[in-house]
Structure formats: structure tokens, C-alpha cells
């Protein structure tokens, strides 16, 4: 098992190209595109026209681990769930920002920004916010709320915080919670069975960014993200989440 999902339910690494003009939809351009990357990786054979535009190739999702690649308006996106390794994530996302530049026309004049992003989900039936609250704190400034005796219970609580990585604001890591119960459910004890995300994003902007490629530049923003990883976000955020929502 990967060392980075013995305390989640779910894990995933994506990668999200985005663009400042609109990708190809030509016929010949994706399923070109498409099939190059199926042959790099022979169980994404499902392809699925979207109502809302997007191209989809996807491997069988009803399997433990998965793996997605999208072509949006302006935005070119791979994702792996659950990968046994880090690089079996690695090798799909690096054949894709290999292929995308003579493949979908994408030069790093029309890229706006490059998205590394290391995902967790933990499934837990109750009142997200709180374990969210319980898990991490709310920090010293907020902690009288909470002792307020008109305080009943916790129902949003999703921390979010961004950090400029360079003196340019150019490369940034991102940390945001997403909850999903609702007041609705803290009230009727009636609990759905979903999931709670965390999510780190490592984000490299372009226009005055780096001179390197995709690949280059992908790879210095995994390296960034796999620190923050061993170096905080697993100890302190993802092992005490984990370990709250097993209490219960």
C-alpha cells in the first residue's frame, strides 16, 4: 500500500494544465491524442462525450485504483486514484504534459498556470465540520466561540490556506478542507455516508514564470508537494483527522 493513503479512505494525485485559450475539439486531434496515451496505459479505454463539452478517457472506475484524463474548454486535466505507487501517477502524468504541446498545439505562451494537486478523502457519516474542528482546533482567536455557552454545535468549518513559494507569487501551495454535511443534518441527526476532502495544491503560475517546460516544472512541483506532505500535512492534518473520524 502507499504510504500516503494507510490513513484515507481514498488517494489521489492529479494534474490540471490550464489554458488561456480553448483547447483543440477537432475530431482527429483527440482521439489522436487519446489513443496515444491509452497506448501508454491500455486500461484507459472508456471514452465518454460530456453534455457540457468536456472529453473524457477513463479506465474502470468501479476498480480500487483508476485513472482519468479530460480534455475541458481550457483546461487539460489526468488523475490517479489510489495508485499502488507515486510513480504510477508520475509515469501517466508526465506522458500527458509530454504529448499536449505538438499534440493539442499547448505552448507555454498559452498556458496560465500548471496544478499539482495530492487529494484525501475520508468517508465518515456524521457532522463533518465538527471532526473537521475537533481534529485540528479552531485555533487560540476562535476557541471563545466555541466556549460560548449559546454555542451548540459546529456546522461549517473548512480551512483554507495559501502560501506564496516564491518572492514573485508565482508558485504557490494551496491546503483547503471541503466538508460536505449540512445544517440540514447537524438538525435531523440524519447523516449522509460522504466523504471529507483535503486537498494540497501546488500551483505554478506562467506569463512572468519559469523558463522551464511542463515536465520541468511538474517535477519540481511534486518534489515541493511531497515535502510538505512527510514534512507537515500528513502528521499534523491528515493522521489526526483519520484518527478522530475512528474514535467515533
Known sequence: MNRYNRDAD????????????????????????????????????NFQSRDNGDLVLESDKE??????????????????????????????????????????SISLLDCEALDVMFG??????????????????VGSALEGLLESPRSKKVVNFEPSLTLALDDACQLQA??????????????????????????????????????????ESFRRQREIGEEMLERSVIPRIVRPLAQVIASR
Open 10 to 45: 481514498d488517494y489521489y494525485v492529479n494534474v490540471n494544465l490550464n489554458t488561456e485559450m480553448e483547447l483543440p475539439s477537432n475530431r482527429d486531434t483527440v482521439l489522436h491524442f487519446f489513443e496515444q496515451m491509452k497506448k501508454g496505459f491500455p486500461e484507459l479505454r
Open 63 to 104: 476498480e480500487d485504483a483508476y485513472r482519468t484524463v479530460a480534455i475541458e474548454t481550457r483546461r487539460l486535466a489526468s488523475g490517479c486514484t489510489n495508485p499502488e505507487a507515486l510513480t504510477d501517477a508520475y509515469r501517466q502524468h508526465e506522458l500527458l504534459l509530454d504529448l499536449a504541446p505538438p499534440l493539442l
Open 120 to 137: 484525501f478523502d475520508f468517508t465518515y457519516d456524521g457532522n463533518h465540520d465538527e471532526v473537521v474542528a475537533e481534529a485540528l482546533g
Open 174 to 215: 494551496r491546503l483547503t478542507i471541503e466538508t460536505r454535511s449540512s445544517a440540514y443534518q447537524v438538525r435531523t441527526g440524519d447523516f449522509a455516508d460522504d466523504q471529507i476532502s483535503l486537498y494540497l495544491t501546488i500551483r505554478q503560475y506562467w506569463g512572468n514564470g519559469p523558463e522551464m517546460s511542463f515536465l
